[in-house]
């Protein structure tokens, strides 16, 4: 982080994909206590996190980064929205597992998202995120703000 605190691009975005696996982590301990209404409660918490994630960088970040490099079509971003795609498919059979009382289903459901999930940090962290740094520079205080907005919802 810079002296102002203001954390860059990478880091804000990094430390978002920390908490979404920190909230993974209390759906999973929430199934070993076999409680109906603490796994609910923490894969809604969960599930609105990660879906909050993508929108961010969907509806934010990405269009900002394409109109600044010139990248669109078939570059990363456009990776980036396919797994995000994916993933909520994945999010979908995992609500539908909750929804029935299937923790078993529900676990099954999050190995899939996690291998997915595992894959996509990666690409992000190691290329469209430094990338997106140093293109999205001048304009990351303005962009920081607007995202800072979502997790107020």
Not at 7 to 19: V, Y
Not at 73 to 80: K, S
Not at 101 to 128: F, S
Request: aromatic share 8%; glycine share 8%; charged share 25%.
């Amino acid at each position: 982080m810079s002296a102002d605190t203001t954390p860059s691009l990478f880091t804000f975005f990094e430390q978002d994909h920390r908490r979404c696996d920190t909230l993974w982590v209390q759906v999973e301990n929430a199934v070993d206590s076999g409680d109906a209404a603490v796994i609910e409660t923490t894969w809604r918490a969960f599930d609105h996190a990660l879906r909050q994630h993508f929108a961010m960088e969907e509806e934010t970040m990405f269009p900002a980064f394409e109109a600044a490099s010139g990248m669109t079509g078939g570059g990363p971003t456009f990776v980036m929205r396919h797994e995000h795609q994916q993933m909520r498919g994945v999010l979908d059979q995992m609500a539908d597992a909750v929804q029935a009382g299937d923790p078993n289903d529900l676990l099954g459901q999050g190995d899939t998202l996690h291998l997915l999930v595992q894959q996509h940090n990666a690409k992000e962290e190691g290329m469209l995120y430094p990338m997106a740094d140093r293109v999205l520079q001048g304009e990351w205080p303005t962009l920081l703000a607007r995202l800072r907005t979502y997790q107020e919802r």
